[in-house]
Structure formats: C-alpha cells, structure tokens
C-alpha cells in the first residue's frame, strides 16, 4: 500500500546549483554518476518500518543529450491505524499489520538546443495492491544570460487499486494531472531564488482502502465500514527557496516555504531551514528543521451515530455525503529535525549519511494521540562518478 505522499522536486537548475556549491572546485554535478542510498524509516511502538534501496545515475550521451534514471525498492512491515477513535475501553487505536514490497523505476531524457532544453519521463511502480504509471514532461529556457530559467511541467498519474481491507471485489482506478510553472533566478553571484506553483487536479476512487470508519448506531461498536472521501479534487501548491552562499564562514543556508490547498478543505504550510556548512573542500554538514502544520478535512470526522445495517434508523438520513476519519486528514502539525554529512573520499567517490526525527502531533483535541507516529530515519549511501 501506499504510505504517503510524493512531494513536488525542486527545478532542476536550482538542484544543479545546490550541489555546484556543495562541492565546489571539483565540478561534482557535472560528471556523469551513479548513486545508491539506503534509508530505513522506523516508527516508535512497533509501528511501520520502510527499508528502501535506490539506485541513481545521470549520463550524458552527446552535447545535447543526457539520460537520468532511478530504481527503488521498498520493503514495507508493521502496523498502521485502520480509522476510527479507539475501541470501547481503550486509549489505543485499532491497527492493520502491513506486509508488502514496492518496486519502482523512471526514466528521464533531457534533450539540450542552446537554452532550451525538453525532458520527457515516464515512472513506473508496482505493489501487490497498486499499480502506476506516470508518463511526465518538462521544459526549460533560458533568459538573461542563464540567469534566469523558466520551467513548465506536466505529469500524469495512471493509478490502478487492486486490493485493500476496505476496497471491494473490483479494482478502482484514480487519474491525476499536474501542471508546473517554475522560475529560478539568480540575484546576486551568491543568491539563488526560485518560486514554483503547481496546479492538479484528481478523479476516480480517493478513498484509502485500508482506512474504515465506525458507525456508533451499529450492533458491533468497534465494527469498521469504507470510509467515503469526494471522488474528484483540486490542488494548488506554492513554493519558495532561497539559496544564499556566505563565503566567509564557507557555508549556504538554505530557505524554504510551502503552501498547499485543496478542495478537501485542508490549508497547510511547510517552512524548512537547513544550513550546508563546509569543513575544507571534502565535508560539508548540514543540519535542518523543517515545520509543517495543516487544517482538517471538511469531510474529517471521528464517528458518527448512525448504523447503516437498519433502513429505519433515524440517524441515517444526517449521514454526510462524504467523511473519514482518517488521522493524515485531521488538523496536525509535524517537526522534522536532523543532520546529513557528506564526505569526498576521492574525485570519484563521495559518501553521505543522514539522521533524522519525524514527529507528529494532532492538534484538534479529540482525535486520539495514538494515531499519531514518531519515527526515526537513518540514511547512508554513495556517489560514484566516472
């Protein structure tokens, strides 16, 4: 199953300026590389575990084309909430184990024509109960004396549910499309802006099939039924970062904004702070704090008293059209803490790790704190340039 979000990535000039810092004098971003990284994404309380492997590399061809590409594995174990307040007695939300392996790739060309350059993808992933594919296109110019770059962006999701405790005996499908448009500037020798908004758009089965919703009106008190969320919606993301090089300290903050809405109802803004600090021309440490708070679902609620089995109940009539109880759609906020390193072993390898702390918290009042996870996240890998 799917167990979060994607989140939108940086254009790729401000990713290629970023490491141009990073590692300076020695043109890292501009060999053809190979990447692996390992993370391991651990919930407090015997909660989900993650283990991903990922495989990275970039290489160019000729002048005016270069192919990127990834391939992940995850191995995803433990227990989540199945929805709904705790059973009757109890302080403890009731939990689905989860079992399951994803395997994901993409592909990516970016053909060069003096400032301008096109970038065709396609992504691919596959669990035992999903299916996607994600078919994307970009497009880069150049004004000012590469100082400035436009990027316009669209993407869109084939996505196929196949099982779930909740789902039914058919398959559901869910369609997305992203549109993009991103600027990056440079403002000073040391300064970088760049500001993106994405605009989406969603169809077809939005519901989580491993989230059920109680009916407090039902026989069984802990019995759980499919949640019902809208089956079409809308988004707009803004985001900010700014870039901003102090050589005499040798170091480059780097600063953040995020502001996101949908037609759920939910308002949520994510500010990121991380400080890439250099130790000679091999190390570069860099901690981060990263803020993110959000409102509730319109349709977010904890139960309701009605018992869909019994055509004369009363109460069935007030049920809404739409509601879940899902605790990722209530009013929330997280903290996300850490510190990464990374180490130029030789002109051709470099080594990085990273440790960071995920805590969420609800923030309504009512909805019970065990929904919420904690978890730890350690992360190492290597970079291979030839």
């Known amino acids: 199953m799917r167990t979060g979000q994607a989140n939108g990535r940086a254009s790729k000039p401000f990713a290629v300026a970023l490491l141009l810092f990073l ?21 407090e309380k015997d909660r989900i575990q993650v ?12 002048s005016w084309l270069a ?5 992940v594995y995850d191995g995803i174990s433990g227990a989540t909430p199945r929805g709904g307040p705790p059973p009757v007695g109890s302080k403890q939300v009731a939990l689905a184990n989860i079992d399951d392996a994803r395997y994901a790739g993409a592909l990516e060309a970016d053909f060069r024509f003096g400032r301008h350059t096109l970038c065709p ?38 996505d196929r ?11 559901q499908e869910r369609d997305s499309t992203d549109f993009l448009v991103g600027l990056t500037q440079v403002l000073t020798p040391g300064t970088l802006f760049n500001a993106t908004l994405t ?40 985001s900010m970062s700014l870039n901003q090089s102090i050589e005499p300290l ?11 809405h949908d037609s759920f109802g939910i308002f949520a803004h994510t500010a990121t702070v ?68 990374t180490v130029r072993v030789r002109k051709w390898l470099a080594l990085d790790a990273a440790y960071k702390r995920y805590e969420m918290r609800g923030l309504d009042g009512a909805t019970a704190a065990s929904n919420y996870p904690r978890a730890n996240i350690w992360t190492v890998g290597l970079r291979l340039n030839y």
Request: charged share 20%; net charge negative.
């Open 67 to 71: 192919l990127r590409g990834s391939v």
């Open 23 to 43: 590692l300076a004098e020695t043109q890292y971003a501009a060999e053809d590389h190979f990447d692996y990284k390992f993370e391991y994404y651990a919930e």
């Open 121 to 158: 993808g396609l992504a691919l992933s596959y669990e035992n109960d999903y299916e996607s594919v994600t078919p994307s296109l970009s497009y880069f110019v150049d004004f000012n004396q590469r100082n400035t770059t436009l990027q316009l962006g669209v993407a869109h999701n084939f």
């Open 250 to 260: 040798n170091a480059s903050p780097e600063f953040t904004y995020r502001f996101y």
């Open 51 to 62: 283990r991903t492997h990922t495989g990275l590399f970039e290489q160019s061809l000729t």
């Open 199 to 238: 605009l989406g758009t969603a169809d077809g089965y939005l519901s989580d099939p491993y989230k059920g919703f109680r009916f407090t009106g039902y026989p069984d008190p802990n019995a759980l039924f499919p949640e019902r969320r809208p089956g079409h919606r809308t988004k707009q993301i803004l």
């Open 274 to 341: 991380e400080w890439f600090q250099k130790f000679g021309r091999r190390v570069v440490i860099a901690p981060l704090f990263r803020y993110y708070e959000q409102s509730a679902a319109d349709f977010y609620r904890l139960s309701f008293d009605a018992d869909p089995s019994d055509p004369d109940n009363p109460n069935n009539a007030l049920v809404p059209q739409f509601y879940s109880s899902d605790y990722r759609l209530s009013r929330l906020r997280t903290l996300t803490y850490g510190v990464s390193a």
């Open 161 to 171: 549910l196949t099982a779930g405790l909740y789902l039914g005996p058919e398959p």
